[in-house]
């Protein structure tokens, strides 16, 4: 059972970045998955999930600017982040509804000119 994400990096303010979860089988199909992130000194926020049938749900500050997207054959959940803001800078972490959360290792952004 694994969630591995990456994809994160050093990006200008505007700019873009698009995060991967790989999953193992068992923790993907038909599974709710999203993504959380925590920046530094603050409470971790659920930023975007996405159902096992593809309904998704993206918290204010990311609507418009996010899109969340699962590739069932590869077992993969995606990120696209667009106009970049510097309050954007977070570890980005995906997780699994498995009866509970499960977690993966998380992936540092960082939006700094």
């Known amino acids: 059972v694994q969630l591995q994400a990456s994809g994160g990096g050093l990006v200008q303010p505007g700019g873009s970045l698009r995060l991967s979860c790989a999953a193992s089988g068992r923790i993907f199909s038909g599974k709710t998955m999203g993504w959380y992130r925590q920046a530094p000194g603050k409470q971790r926020e659920l930023v975007a999930r996405?159902?096992?049938?593809?309904?998704?749900y993206y918290a204010d500050s990311a609507k418009g600017r996010f899109t969340i997207s699962r590739d069932n054959a590869k077992r993969t959940l995606y990120l696209r982040m667009n106009s970049l803001k510097p309050e954007d800078t977070a570890v980005y972490s995906c997780?699994?509804?498995?009866?509970?959360?499960?977690w993966g290792q998380g992936t540092l952004v960082t939006v700094s000119s």
């Open positions: 997780y699994a509804w498995i009866g509970y959360e499960y």
């Open positions: 996405i159902t096992g049938g593809g309904a998704t």
